[in-house]
C-alpha cells in the first residue's frame, strides 16, 4: 500500500491494484502537484460536499469510470449527473473489493456551491476509515475536535491519520494535537493548511506539539508505504 498527500485535503492510496483518490480538489489547490489530465482514479470518496473537497470529482469520474463513495445525499446528488456511486452515512461501512470503507462523524457544514450561487444541500460532513491490505487509514475531513475521536482510534487502531491544522475552518494546530492523542494514531500527517489565507499554518510547529512524538509532514506528492 502507498499512501501520498497532494496539497489541502487530497490523499491518494494505492492498494490492492486500485487508486483511491479523496477529496479530489486539484484545479483551484495552488499547493498539488496533481493535474486532471494525469491522475487516474479507480475509486474517489468525498469526505463532505465543499467544493474545495468535491474537486474535480464530476471530470474524474466521467473520464475514468470511477466510482464515488460519499454519503447518500453527495451520492444521489453525483448519480443525477451520470456518475457511478456507492452511499454510504455516518458509523456505516461498506467491504469493496479494494477494501472496506467506513465513515465517521465529523462537526463542520456541507454544501457545493453552484456556477449560479446556489447552495446544494450535501448532507452531514464525515471522516474516512480507509481498511485495506491489514492497514487503516483515517482522513478525518473537515472537523473540530471532539471527544469521539477516542472511541473512533479504540474501535479501529488507526496506523495512520490525516488531520486538518488549518484553523479558522477546522481544529486548529493546538485542537489538532489533542485530536492525535485521542485517535492514538502511529502516525499523524497534518492537511487542510496553507491553501488560502485564513488557514496559514506551520506544519512542523504542529508536529512539534504531538505528545507522542509520531507526526510527519507530507509535502504534496510525498508517499507512506506500507
Known amino acids: 500500500m502507498r499512501v501520498s ?17 479523496i477529496d479530489p480538489f486539484i484545479k483551484g489547490n495552488r499547493l498539488t502537484d496533481l493535474t486532471v489530465e494525469e491522475v487516474k482514479p479507480n475509486v474517489i470518496i468525498l469526505s463532505h460536499g465543499h467544493n474545495d473537497h468535491v474537486g474535480e470529482t464530476v471530470e474524474l469520474a466521467k473520464r475514468h469510470n470511477a ?18 456511486t456507492h452511499g454510504l452515512h455516518i458509523g456505516g461501512a461498506y467491504q469493496f473489493d479494494f477494501g472496506k470503507v467506513k465513515l ?17 444541500y450535501c448532507g452531514m460532513p464525515a471522516g474516512i ?23 473512533i482510534g479504540e474501535r479501529h487502531p488507526i496506523d495512520l491519520a490525516f ?18 492523542k485521542l485517535l492514538n494514531a502511529k502516525t499523524v500527517v497534518p492537511m487542510h ?33 506500507f
Request: avoid cysteine; proline fraction near 5%.
Open 5 to 21: 498527500y497532494h496539497g489541502h485535503s487530497v490523499v491518494q492510496i494505492i492498494t490492492n491494484g486500485k487508486t483511491i483518490l
Open 67 to 84: 466510482l464515488v463513495i460519499a454519503n447518500h445525499e453527495i451520492a444521489t446528488f453525483l448519480e443525477w449527473q451520470g456518475i457511478n
Open 104 to 120: 465517521t462523524q465529523a462537526f463542520h457544514g456541507s454544501s457545493y456551491e453552484t456556477e449560479n450561487n446556489e447552495l446544494i
Open 129 to 151: 476509515l480507509v481498511m485495506s491490505e491489514g492497514k487503516t487509514i483515517y482522513h478525518a475531513g473537515d472537523t473540530g475536535l471532539f471527544s469521539d475521536m477516542k472511541l
Open 163 to 180: 488531520l486538518p491544522i488549518g484553523d479558522n475552518f477546522t481544529m486548529g494546530p493546538e485542537d489538532a494535537a489533542y485530536a492525535a
Open 193 to 225: 493548511y496553507n491553501t488560502f489565507p485564513p488557514i496559514k499554518q506551520d506544519p512542523y510547529q504542529f508536529i512539534e506539539l504531538l505528545e507522542n512524538q509520531n507526526g510527519k509532514v507530507l509535502v504534496p506528492g510525498e508517499a507512506i508505504d
